[in-house]
């Protein structure tokens, strides 16, 4: 079956993708679920310096595995 939407835990979400973030050496401080809007199931990048941005960018266009 499909995965949706709507099977997705975001605090599973969001603890996968600090995961993936960490082994390319990027730290998005801010990244949370955001809890106002539960039936959303949103998870908050927040803000990054440009150079976190850039490196973020590098590690998805590349690849963080060779």
Known sequence: ?????????????????RAALAEAGIVLPSLS?????????????GRVR???AARLAQAIQTGVRA
């Open 33 to 45: 679920v955001d809890t106002a809007s539960p039936a959303l199931r949103l998870v908050d990048l």
């Open 1 to 17: 079956m499909a995965t949706t939407e709507q099977d997705i835990d975001p605090y599973a979400a969001m603890e996968t993708l």
């Open 50 to 52: 440009s150079d976190v």
